[in-house]
């Protein structure tokens, strides 16, 4: 390392909280699918900062439209109205067919205020009992950090010294319906799940699985929230992953590349029902539907659309599983994946999949390891068949490399 990257690190280690633990590269430009260090070295990215950058770094469109509104106006709190506002609801709920709009700015706000939504709609149009509601949820999953959130989830590393945490919350295997229309009772206000759990290492369900989900939701009165934070926007090779089944959400949680990687915009999407029961002063956020945010994420969706992103992920995401899934490696224990959300997972005896990381990045390959053993590969969706087949050749070689 260079005497700057060792200062970026070591300056990093004595001011920051230490809760990440970064492979070791200090990035400072981005360019589609590439990103570049401090000494010039150029990376093809395969995280997409974790599917926020699905539109590509920097993309020229949605900077535009973010410097314009930066020079016009960039926050007035919901106290007023803003002219960014109506047209962002407009536009999201034409190109996901949702009825009503609630902006918010991270994924995990997102997910708090649908929990909060589901309770409100729970007691007061269902008729659960007050302080009753029960939200089921599956084990492995990820829906963010917050101390809401964190109480639910199966991790201990989240959890650990976090609690005491708040109840009404029920944990069941993923990918299992039966198991979800045995824990479904009368208080049961919503099943939150993710359509793929990302960070759990790319499980997919099997094929069936939301058909059946949507049905029992249904037929007992429980909404179903899909968290699409990750699996959205395009990521699956589908607008929305749950299109993949041919099913709707009762609530959408959107995020990440809403706003293609500028700046921090999430959406909670759904019906009169469930939002509806939300009055002045019961819910907010100063930044929250801001005039910036708005505007970023119009041209954001726009791009997605336009540019045929969604589609590109398609294509590219089943040549890119293929070559990996031809890669004949006694480290690998597994390929899966759908659109451009891939993971490989190694045999326990293979190693630590940080190792493979850190020689991919030797390789000109930015990927992340999750679960001790699994690479994610999630480039943004403008990669292209000559780029998906130089990052195979370079997992090729990684992954057949003899580290002993």
């Known amino acids: 390392m260079s ?77 007023f109205h803003n002219d960014q506002l109506a047209p962002f609801y407009e536009e999201i709920a034409a190109l996901t067919g949702s009825h009503k709009v609630l ?5 995990a706000e997102a997910v708090e205020s649908a929990i909060k939504s589901v309770r409100k709609w729970g007691y007061e149009v269902k008729g659960v009992p007050d302080g009753q509601a029960e939200i089921i949820v599956c084990a492995d999953n990820f829906h963010g950090r917050t101390l ?52 759990a290492g790319v499980i997919i369900p099997p094929a069936g699985y939301f058909t059946e989900v949507r049905e029992l939701c249904t ?30 959400a009762d609530v959408t949680l959107l995020g990440k590349a809403l706003s293609g990687g500028f700046y921090p915009v999430s959406a909670v999407l759904s019906n009169s029902d469930v939002l509806g029961t939300l009055r002045p002063g019961q819910h907010g956020s100063t930044f ?18 336009e540019e045929g992103m969604i589609e590109n992920a398609a294509v590219q995401g089943a040549r ?16 899966r994946g759908r659109g451009l959300m891939l993971a490989v997972e190694l045999h326990p005896e293979a190693g630590p999949a940080r190792r493979y990381c850190e020689a991919l990045q030797g390789k000109g390959i930015l990927a992340k390891d999750t679960h001790e053993h699994t690479i994610r590969i999630a480039p943004p969706l403008v990669i292209t068949s000559d780029e998906v087949d130089w990052a195979l050749e370079q997992f090729a070689t990684t992954l057949t490399q003899d580290f002993s």
């Open 103 to 107: 902006p918010m700015n991270s994924g």
């Open 219 to 248: 037929a007992h009165n429980v909404m179903l929230v899909l968290d699409e934070i990750q699996t959205g926007l395009g990521r699956t090779g589908k607008l929305l992953a749950e299109q993949h089944e041919g099913i709707e």
């Open 288 to 305: 929250g539907g801001n005039p910036l945010a708005c505007a970023v994420a119009r041209a954001a969706m726009r791009v997605l659309v």
């Open 320 to 335: 890119f599983l293929e070559g990996l899934k031809d890669i004949r490696a006694n480290t690998i224990r597994d390929v």
């Open 148 to 199: 809401g959130i964190v109480g639910f989830s199966t991790d201990p590393e989240t959890r650990k010294h976090f609690g005491p945490f708040a109840p009404g919350f029920k944990i069941i295997p993923f990918g299992n319906a039966a198991a979800l229309e045995q824990a479904i009772t009368p208080t049961t206000v919503a099943f939150l799940v993710e359509p793929i759990q990302g960070e």
């Open 3 to 79: 005497s700057s990257v060792t200062d970026f690190l070591a300056t990093e280690a004595r001011f920051g909280a230490h809760n990440y633990a970064p492979i070791g590269v200090v990035l400072s430009r981005g360019e589609g699918v590439w990103v570049w260090d401090t000494e010039g070295n150029r990376y093809l990215d395969c995280l997409s900062a974790y599917s926020a950058v699905n539109q590509g770094h920097c993309h020229p469109k949605i900077l535009a439209a973010m410097v314009e509104q930066a020079h016009r106006l960039t926050l007035t709190s919901r106290a």
